[in-house]
């Protein structure tokens, strides 16, 4: 839902192969070529109910940066975020061989409200191995990353989408395992996670200005090691809108809840 409360987006859910981003009864399509010009990233109007499709699968394709990799490979939308104005959208277009194993092509795109101005930002040759979330920051424009561009572990990077090409700046030298980024409402901290280490996930709140970390909370995260990888719970951590207070997922106390976390600032 965007910020000003007047849209949703959505998309063909039972299209995505990683079943812990889709519905646990949506039928996988068997076509590996989705339906070109009635599918793709579509808007609802809140007040009304009104659906429309503002970027098809076709116009994707046509902004895709090497689109003839995409012979024989099934395709799949995922990841769609409103930047902090709601006019814009990002979102993440993937493909794979095979349906079944878990490696896949990664694409994002922005695009505006109105359909206009869609343009691949962070194409493929960004993501191998780099980039692991994506999320808006404090601007319209801004797009904040979770990336190991110089190989020396993931850093927490930002780039204005509206600059081409990317110009990218550091935040932080980051905080371990790859994670979930966002920004406090006032822009002057940030928030992160980590995927499990030594059975933890670690929470830090970074002050931008310094790019320092501290850590605020680690979380327990036991699984029997033939659970699946979609079955995990991450942390995902969430401001409220006056920035006084956090909530996270977790399996901490052995079942999973959200955990709302307070006083954050005297920790």
């Known amino acids: 839902m965007s910020p000003d409360g007047k849209w949703g987006a959505s998309l063909n859910f039972a299209r995505i192969p990683r079943r812990g981003y889709s519905y646990a009864d949506a039928v996988l399509e068997d076509d590996k070529r989705p339906d070109l010009d009635n599918d793709g990233i579509f808007l609802v109007n809140m007040y009304t109910s009104k659906t429309q499709l503002i970027v098809s699968y076709r116009q994707i394709i046509a902004r895709h940066p090497v689109a003839f990799d995409l012979e024989n490979m099934y395709q799949w939308l995922n990841h769609i975020i409103f930047n902090c104005d709601s006019s814009k959208l990002l979102f993440l277009s993937r493909y794979c061989e095979d349906t079944k194993i878990s490696k896949w092509n990664t694409n994002m795109y922005t695009i505006n409200l109105d359909g206009s101005d869609l343009a691949c930002t962070l194409p493929q040759f960004y993501w191998n191995g780099m980039i692991s979330h994506q999320i808006w920051g404090r601007t319209p424009n801004e797009i904040l990353i979770d990336a190991n561009w110089c190989n020396s572990g993931h850093e927490y990077i930002v780039y204005d989408d509206s600059i081409r090409p990317l110009e990218a700046k550091l935040i932080s030298k980051g905080l371990g395992p ?10 002057k901290w940030m ?8 059975a933890l996930q670690s929470l830090a709140l970074v002050e931008v200005a310094t790019g320092k970390i501290k850590i605020i909370g680690e979380f327990q995260h036991k699984q029997p090691n033939n659970y699946p990888v979609d079955v995990r719970c991450d942390l995902h951590p969430r401001w409220s809108a006056d920035g006084s207070i956090i909530t996270v ?3 901490h ?3 999973r809840q959200i955990y709302m976390l307070a006083n954050l600032f005297e920790r």
């Open 178 to 187: 790859m994670g979930h980024l966002i920004f406090s409402p006032d822009g």
């Open 191 to 198: 928030l992160a996670d980590t995927y499990p280490k030594n």
């Open 249 to 251: 997922d977790s399996i």
């Open 253 to 255: 106390d052995g079942k």
